[in-house]
């Protein structure tokens, strides 16, 4: 047995396994992956390595709130497309890689162990540094929708800068790879249970800039999340830019 299926292949009741999600996620019901922390960490920094194999090691040791892991992912996002394991994991909408949506998910899903393990400040910093990339790289819906409002709310500034400078860059006729704005809409619509006013400016700049029907369509999130009067405004905003999908997800608000 290869040291990657002693420590991703087989899962806390000894049996063999091709599921490496099932072994990471069903680290938070067994204390048992605490054993094989020493493992994952030595094989994450280990360059000789295979690249499919250290990838996983690091998504597991973020999803069980490992600093390592946290810290692995921080020095990724200095210069995103270095990443050994870049362009492992392909998103089937775009084509592009989707790595760091999954390093989102992980991180969020590592809450409560990063409490236990008093990692928790490193998770936020991971986030802060996942979100400061959104501008250039694709999450596939993993981003926005998985900050809770601790997150958010220390992020703020975070947030807030890289809309700006995706605003500057769609201004500019850069061309993405990806849907930019539908995942700046994502990260705005985050903003709404902090400052509901700010994250429905920054909803209405991002839709002004590309109206798109798919980024429209994420808008109505904001809606659903708002309570003051910036909400109803926006909600008649999409009611008239946006198609009857639009509508119809706006009739759900209730």
Known sequence: MTRFEELLGTDFEGQRTDDVDDVIYGGYDHAEHRERVPGLVSLLGDASAADHER??????????????????????????????WYDLLIDRKFSVDSSYGQFSAAAADSRELAEEKGSSELRLET??????????????????????EAVVRACLPDIRTVISRGLE???????????????????????????????????????RAA????????????????????????????????????????????
């Open 55 to 84: 990838y996983p090691a690091c998504l597991a040791l973020v999803a069980w709130g490992e600093p390592v892991g946290y810290q692995a992912v921080r020095e990724a996002t200095l210069d995103p497309r270095a990443a050994p």
């Open 127 to 148: 986030f802060r540094s996942l979100i400061r990339i959104a501008d250039r790289e694709y999450f596939e819906e993993k981003l926005g929708d998985y900050l809770d």
């Open 169 to 207: 860059s769609i201004a500019a006729g850069v061309r993405y790879r990806f849907d930019v704005a539908t995942q700046l809409v994502d990260l705005a619509n985050s903003m709404v249970v902090v400052d509901e006013e700010l994250a429905v400016e920054l909803v209405l700049q991002i839709l």
């Open 211 to 254: 109206p798109a029907g798919r980024t429209i369509a994420h808008a109505v999130a904001a809606v659903h999340r708002a309570k003051g009067p910036a909400g109803q405004a926006l909600a008649d905003y999409l009611y008239l830019s946006g198609n009857a999908h639009v509508r119809a997800l706006l009739a759900e608000r209730g």
